[in-house]
């Protein structure tokens, strides 16, 4: 099992760009796409196009380097041309855009258009929360690191998220889409990103194949008023985890969401707990915390902001 040492700079692109304009709806990343929104520019538009509205992207807009974003780029770029027309032609509507038609075409042009669009929105999209993903990615390095040497494969890849298990050399994960994935020594890589809800299976022939499930949340995914009612009655910390519990998590889970301890999670929920804002049930061994109705009618009541004389 392998997990990368920084984030992936074309799949976090991907995913931001898929929760952008796909149809992933979802409270905890609606405020990092109102903000996100805000900054794309007419450049990003060829990375955008790539994903369709059900949230799907072509193999070769995530290639295996695991170096920097140049690197990345110039691979992507270097694609073979039977690639990207093997992979782009079953999407081609009759009325695709010329960018679209020149990269399945494999012309210079197109591909030096998506690298500018990835470059264009990693510096302008992604640039403002980059050292916060990158915090957050080492935390959930170390998390990692830490599980699988206490407690093995079949635990760490029961605690990334409610929807996955484990059996003998099966891999599934539970959503929409139902995926079953059997590795027979192929070992597994695993890519955190915060700018996914679900969980998705990555399987190439020839290559480990990739898991890839939400991470921490972002702050940028907290409102950023000057008066909070919700703050104002639990304490900020406590929001955060209330916010964090948009979808149940394990204690494992929400610490690595919100990039806190899982000793500071547990005792965060024991105490919301107690207040009737979160329930607690057990769920393969592991204790599975959901909001209440209460939390969630909370949740539901406007901010407060301050004018501006105040």
């Not at 979160?278 to 209460?294: W, Y």
């Amino acid at each position: 099992m392998t997990f990368p040492s920084e984030p992936s700079p074309l799949w976090q692109a991907a995913l931001a760009a898929r929760a952008l304009v796909g149809r992933q709806r979802s409270p905890e990343l609606h405020r990092w796409q109102r903000a996100a929104r805000s900054r794309l520019r007419p450049p990003t538009l060829p990375l955008l196009m790539l994903i369709t509205p059900d949230g799907k992207f072509p193999d070769f807009l995530t290639p295996f380097t695991t170096s920097g974003l140049e690197p990345a780029i110039d691979e992507l770029i270097d694609t073979s041309a039977d690639v990207l027309r093997d992979e782009l032609e079953p999407w081609l509507p009759a009325d695709t855009h010329p960018f679209l038609h020149g990269l399945a075409a494999g012309t210079a042009k197109s591909r030096r258009a998506l690298g500018t669009a990835i470059r264009t929105f990693h510096q302008g999209v992604l640039g403002p929360d980059a050292v916060e993903v990158a915090g957050r990615h080492s935390a959930d390095l170390a998390l990692v690191s830490q599980t699988l040497l206490s407690t093995g494969t079949s635990e760490l890849l029961a605690t990334l998220h409610p929807t996955i298990s484990w059996a003998d050399t099966t891999l599934t994960v539970r959503g929409t889409n139902d995926y079953e994935l059997h590795l027979a020594g192929r070992g597994l890589a695993l890519q955190p990103s915060p700018f996914t809800t679900n969980c998705m299976l990555h399987n190439v022939p020839g290559h480990r194949p990739i898991l890839i499930y939400p991470g921490a949340q972002l702050s940028s995914g907290c409102p950023h008023t000057t008066a909070d009612s919700l703050i104002d009655l639990v304490g900020r910390t406590r929001a955060t985890v209330i916010r964090g519990l948009v979808v149940p998590a394990t204690t494992t889970q929400l610490a690595r969401r919100l990039g806190i301890s899982p000793a500071s999670a547990s005792e965060h929920c024991t105490i919301l707990r107690s207040a009737g804002l979160i329930s607690t049930h057990r769920d393969r061994g592991s204790a599975l915390h959901s909001l209440t109705p209460l939390a969630r009618q909370l949740l539901s009541r406007p901010a407060v902001r301050q004018s501006a004389a105040e």
